[in-house]
């Protein structure tokens, strides 16, 4: 199975620019590189997701490395709204999700 | 609703005891998912249902757990003879068409909690 490998944690100070590294070195052509988030006592929510080109939105930006064996979320300016739990996650083309990262909880400090 | 919901928000039981855990996903979503999430750890697949295809179930933990998609909407997730590990926050997620390049809309959760 695609795994994939995230930093426990990770501290910002708001209103700078975070970067989310994750590897997923076993990533299968077809398999789509989704973020979520999740807030205390939330369900998950969607971020950004992408295949093989970088991608922005309103909420963040996406880039993936040019083999697809990594990819960075970047959260342009953090605020204290953005601390959270940053899941990076494979999903196939069946909408299977093939593995779960542990996910990065993100502390942003005032 | 605009979203999907999931009744009840928390459930205390007993150990020994069914519980039954439903999930209403988005109108017209095809594809459901269940997942688990332990106090502090990551969320950890349990089953997927894709339109009218059998459901993969690969990642139920037992057979004590099974679930139901009925008439491709409403989903209920059963555990039998609940057990003081089962004690998580059960999460339900639903798709448009089940394929990569959508997202996951996931609801708020029920907290069981077994004694």
């Known amino acids: 199975d695609a795994k994939t490998t995230q930093p426990n944690s990770m501290e910002s100070n708001e209103e700078e620019p975070v970067h989310l590294p994750c590897n997923h070195s076993t990533i299968s052509g077809t398999d789509y590189i989704h973020w979520y988030r999740q807030l205390p006592s939330q369900g998950p929510e969607y971020v950004i997701h992408g295949l093989t080109s970088n991608v922005n939105n309103r909420m963040a930006s996406l880039a993936i490395a040019e083999d697809r064996k990594s990819s960075t979320l970047i959260l342009h300016r953090a605020t204290l709204r953005d601390a959270a739990v940053y899941y990076c996650?494979?999903?196939?083309?069946?909408?299977?999700?093939?593995?779960f990262g542990g996910g990065t909880r993100l502390m942003v400090k005032p | 609703g605009a979203g999907v919901s999931q009744s009840p928000s928390n459930k205390v039981t007993e150990k020994g005891k069914d519980v039954e855990l439903r999930c209403d996903p988005i109108s017209g979503h095809t594809a459901l998912y269940w997942y688990r999430q332990s106090l502090g750890q990551g969320l950890e697949f349990l089953i997927y249902f894709q339109g009218n295809s059998a459901p993969d179930k690969s990642g139920l933990p037992s057979d004590r757990f099974s679930a139901e998609r009925t008439g491709g909407s409403v989903s209920t997730l059963t555990i039998q003879r609940t057990q003081q590990e089962d004690s998580a926050v059960y999460l339900c997620?639903?798709?448009?068409?089940?394929?990569?390049?959508?997202?996951?809309?996931f609801g708020p959760g029920t907290r069981l909690l077994v004694l």
């Open positions: 997620a639903s798709i448009g068409a089940g394929r990569g390049s959508e997202t996951q809309y």
């Open positions: 996650i494979l999903v196939n083309n069946a909408g299977n999700m093939l593995t």
